[in-house]
């Protein structure tokens, strides 16, 4: 394997040496459909992914004892509302916020989960 992460393999046909996957992490952004999106909504929608590929496949409450400890029990809290917030605002967004209001919040958010990515293992 290559530092990149990849599987070097040589062809039968030209002796080439040429780059396969090894089967890596892919993260499919559930939130943005096909076609062109601006870097700063591919990278929210991207972040939030990750916390609901984490809540949804890891299972973290039941590998991780969230009580251990006040840090880890605001972590947790913080992951559950950050969550549940993404997944209904990705849903139905709120009529009442206006575009502005809407990307502070995003925002917001945001940081909240950059904040607490240290508790997003299992």
């Not at 991207?46 to 409450?61: G, H, N």
């Amino acid at each position: 394997m290559n530092g990149e992460g990849m599987k070097m393999k040589k062809t039968k046909a030209d002796g080439k040496e040429t780059k396969k996957k090894d089967g890596g992490m892919k993260l499919r952004i559930q939130t943005l459909g096909k076609g062109w999106h601006d870097k700063d909504v591919v990278l929210t929608h991207a972040c939030f992914q990750c916390l609901v590929d984490f809540m949804e496949k890891e299972k973290p409450e039941d590998g991780i004892v969230w009580t251990s400890s006040p840090e880890t029990a605001h972590a947790w809290k913080e992951l559950n509302y950050l969550y549940q917030w993404w997944k209904q605002i990705t849903t139905s967004p709120d009529p009442a916020l206006s575009e502005q209001e809407q990307t502070a919040l995003e925002t917001k958010n945001l940081k909240r989960l950059v904040n607490v990515r240290g508790y997003m293992w299992t």
